[in-house]
């Protein structure tokens, strides 16, 4: 079984301080799966490197002990120490005393065969926050769900994870059966997201090979099943989830979440730009918040319609269309009930559902094309 996240937390806190005192609110965060356990924590300003290297010693002491009284061993307990700005300035790892540095690789899964039930992964990015990518990426989930498929979510925005409220994950446990995650099965689709398995309101820091291992942990540890489409949801930006990905997993491409202005434009070529530098197709571009329609039936161009496909246009990307503004959507976003996005009369009318549905469409048009690209046979004519 192994020791909870709160087990371990109470562990962590009763640490002595270096200051005197225990850990307590020092403990920034902890996150445990399946023999891994990952802590971070701020010691404040005055600790030195000797005290923090011996605070993380004796951290990793208690938390493995904690740990295998639960009747889980510990294959690896990363510390992670941390400036009041969040920035990682030390890591103890299993007792081996580490510098902080840049990033380090983690071994990758072999590609194709980290998941092997799973038809098609598509990432969902985004060049910022805040443009609607997780909703994107639920609601083209649950609309590939409806239309008969295979579907699994996974949140990989494992630095502000919405499923949890975007599914209505809150009053649900999460399980795990011999150390493999069990995807929630909700709205027609499993998910698994860090939000079942981290405090809620405590700040999500992981930099280097944390994110690497959390991020693997989530896909490959996951009793996926057999899936047609695994959706993913990143994180905003171009940083240490999506070079894991492009490591660990055989994707069918990624789709980019773009708002009609000229600066969502400018932050979604760059996201284009690192699928391309990560050997990572992009299926397409959707245009969300493209327009407003109001009570009046008029639809309000408030952001520039049509920017976020011009650029598409512009990049040599495929469009999969716009989503308006669409105060529905955002209810149904904050209860946690995406399937009446596809119901009009939950909706706000049928201009939602059908810009869903278009856009589902136009996504499972891309995969195919992209996976006859890929298992293309080639004629040799002698
Ligand atoms: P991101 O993942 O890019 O940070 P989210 O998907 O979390 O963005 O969306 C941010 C907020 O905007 C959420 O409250 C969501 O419900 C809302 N939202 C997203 N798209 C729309 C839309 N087309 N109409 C209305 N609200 C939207």
Known sequence: ??????????????????????????????????????????????????????????????????????????????????????????RVVAGKKEQAGPPQDVPAAPKGDSLPGVKHIIAVGAGKGGVGKSTVAVNVAVGLARKGHAVGLLDGDIYGPSLPTMLGLDALDQQA?????????????KAVTMGKLVEPDKPLIWRGPMAHGAFNQLTARTDWGELDYLIIDLPPGTGDVPLTMAQSLSLAGAVIVCTPQKVAQDDASRAAKMFAQLGVDVLGVVENMSFFIGDDGKEYDLFGRGGAQKMAQRL?????????????????????????????????????????????????????????GKSRPTLSIS
């Open 1 to 90: 079984m192994g020791a909870t996240k709160d087990q371990l937390t109470q562990a962590a806190r009763a640490v002595p301080h270096p200051d005197g005192g225990a850990l307590g609110d020092g403990v920034v965060n902890i996150a445990a799966c399946d023999g891994v356990i990952s802590a971070c924590v701020s010691l404040g300003e005055t600790a030195g490197q000797k005290q923090r290297h011996a605070t993380g010693e004796r951290l990793i002491h208690d938390l493995i002990n904690t740990s295998r009284e639960h009747g889980q061993d510990v294959e690896t307990c990363t510390i992670e120490f941390v400036d009041h700005d969040g920035d990682v300035i030390d």
């Open 177 to 189: 059966i011999e150390g493999r995650l069990q995807p929630f099965y909700v709205h027609g689709v």
């Open 316 to 372: 040599g990307l495929p469009f999969l269309g716009s989503i308006p503004i669409n105060t529905a959507l955002r209810q149904n976003g904050d209860s946690g009930d995406p399937v009446k996005n596809f119901e009009p009369e939950h909706a706000g009318g049928e201009s939602l559902p059908r810009a869903l549905e278009g856009v589902v469409t136009q996504l499972e048009s891309q995969v195919a094309l992209a996976t006859m």
